[in-house]
């Protein structure tokens, strides 16, 4: 593995941190998420766990910018992030993407760029090559020309992946990105957030399938609308809390 991406994330020798205090989000006067603080960094693959309706998507959403927060701060590397940095890239479920927009691989890829460029400006030598590495990265280089929705799940994940490493994102904001992959594209993707967390950048993702979140993740956090415990996975992931957070509302409605 190669240490290109070292100095993504790590300048001078220290990690840039990612520090969420005290946040607050609504939907139409109903929380949806209430005083959630949390501190990360780079290097780091962050589980976000918790039962339907816990508020996994709109921490996500929160931290790229794309709802509005009530109240509370989020820091990254010690700047206010007030909207939206192209420093975090945010990846929807795949069931919210449109896969029948005619847009081939390189062309989602591209769309990465455009956070560096703007709409109008024309693709420099130095945003090829951004394109062309993402692409190699990720293995897609020989279905870069492929409609996106003749691709597999795993396949349409790493294009997304791809369109991140191209924006040169050090945050990635990935929503519940293993469900509907089978085994194999499950273990790929497994294994290409590891390499892209060794590279330096943070990957923050929703998950439900507690079983994996030991061998796919470093720390966790678990939330029920607040925080309810935050930190390593073999801390936090204790049998007793999984029951606390996941089974006693159900025995006691």
């Known amino acids: 593995m190669s240490d290109d991406h070292h100095d993504c994330c790590d300048h001078h020798g220290h990690h840039h941190e990612l520090v969420i205090e005290n946040l607050s989000v609504s939907y139409r006067r ?25 508020g996994k ?16 701060s989020i820091l990254w590397r010690g700047t206010t992030v007030k909207k939206w940095s192209r420093e975090f890239a945010y990846l929807p479920q795949r069931e919210d993407v449109d896969w029948s927009f005619p847009i081939t691989v390189r062309g989602l890829v591209e769309m990465g760029r455009y956070p560096q460029t703007g ?33 597999s799940g795993g396949q ?7 369109r991140s490493l191209a924006q040169e994102a050090h945050v990635l904001l990935l ?14 993707l497994g294994e290409l957030l590891n390499k892209l967390a060794h590279e330096g950048r943070l990957i923050i993702a929703s998950h439900h399938d507690l079983n994996s979140v030991p061998r796919l993740f470093d720390e966790v956090l678990v939330l029920a609308t607040r925080s309810v415990a935050f930190g390593p996975v073999a801390e936090v992931l204790t049998e007793e809390l999984i029951n606390q957070t996941f089974y006693e509302p159900l025995i006691s409605e």
């Open 119 to 151: 709409w109008w400006r024309k693709f420099s030598n130095t945003d090829s090559l951004a394109v062309d590495k993402a692409l190699e990265s990720l293995a897609l280089l020989d279905l870069q020309d492929r409609q996106i929705r003749e691709l």
């Open 175 to 188: 929503d519940e990105p293993f469900t509907g992959l089978d085994r194999n594209a499950s273990q790929l």
């Open 156 to 162: 349409q994940q790493r294009a997304f992946l791809a």
């Open 30 to 54: 109903v929380l949806a998420l209430e005083n959630i603080s949390l501190a990360t960094s780079c290097g780091n693959r962050v589980a976000l766990i918790g039962p339907n309706g816990a």
């Open 57 to 72: 998507s709109t921490l996500l959403k929160a931290i790229a910018g794309l709802v509005p927060r009530e109240k509370g």
